[in-house]
T-cell receptor
Framework: KNQVEQSPQSLIILEGKNCTLQ??????????LRWYKQDTGRGPVSLTI???SENTKSNGRYTATLDADTKQSSLHITASQLSDSASYIC???????????WGAGTKLIIKP | DAGVTQSPTHLIKTRGQQVTLRCSPK?????VSWYQQALGQGPQFIFQ???????QRGNFPDRFSGHQFPNYSSELNVNALLLGDSALYLC????????????FGPGTRLTVT
């Protein structure tokens, strides 16, 4: 069964600190993995998209890594800001049929 | 360049009623996908429209139906509303039936009482 699991479910850190969010997937055949940021009550916004051959990808203070062998991905946020408070969702695309498997997300809260 | 737009923003309906949600894709996009997101959960794929036809469908009952117009805009219809249909409904657009560059709208918050 195609699944995407994220951890932790929620995380609270102080402004300025770094954090890492985890994503494990059991999806076959793998096409690509993306991370989205979703503010409460708003649509998700794409942060990064990685294909099988990409190990790391950055978007400003966000850096995503992908280990296709262990089927794990992480999203590292550097020097967190209050505006980083949101849910971060890991999504894996299956094969060529455009099916997306969504994780439940990690709710990140940045405190001043 | 307008992004994906959805209307209405919020909607309150009574159990058993019918509802229609609307989506206009980002300029240059021709594919629209609809998602249901319950509170605290990740989005669940409902269906995708391309060339005015439903191309893919998630695990949703026939009460959920849709339509895509020649200008690529789309509607999501839900009949016989249940309390469990209360959710944020997201529309996402992309080009050429691919979801690689998928842009999401702000969503419509549907509350069923």
């Amino acid at each position: 069964k195609n699944q995407v699991e994220q951890s932790p479910q929620s995380l609270i850190i102080l402004e300025g600190k770094n954090c890492t969010l985890q994503c494990n997937y059991t999806v076959s055949p793998f096409s690509n993995l993306r991370w989205y940021k979703q503010d409460t009550g708003r649509g998700p916004v794409s942060l990064t998209i990685m294909t099988f051959s990409e190990n790391t990808k950055s978007n400003g203070r966000y850096t995503a890594t992908l280990d296709a062998d262990t089927k794990q991905s992480s999203l590292h946020i550097t020097a967190s800001q209050l505006s980083d408070s949101a849910s971060y969702i890991c999504v894996v695309s299956v094969g060529s049929n455009y099916q997306l498997i969504w994780g439940a997300g990690t709710k990140l809260i940045i405190k001043p | 360049d307008a992004g994906v737009t959805q209307s209405p923003t919020h909607l309150i309906k009574t159990r058993g009623q019918q509802v229609t949600l609307r989506c206009s894709p980002k300029s240059g996009h021709d594919t629209v996908s609809w998602y249901q997101q319950a509170l605290g959960q990740g989005p669940q794929f409902i269906f995708q429209y391309y060339e005015e036809e439903e191309r893919q469908r998630g695990n949703f009952p026939d009460r959920f139906s849709g339509h895509q117009f020649p200008n690529y805009s789309s509607e999501l219809n839900v009949n016989a509303l249940l309390l469990g249909d209360s959710a944020l409904y997201l529309c996402a657009s992309s080009f050429g039936q691919s979801d690689y560059e998928q842009y999401f709208g702000p969503g419509t918050r549907l509350t069923v009482t």
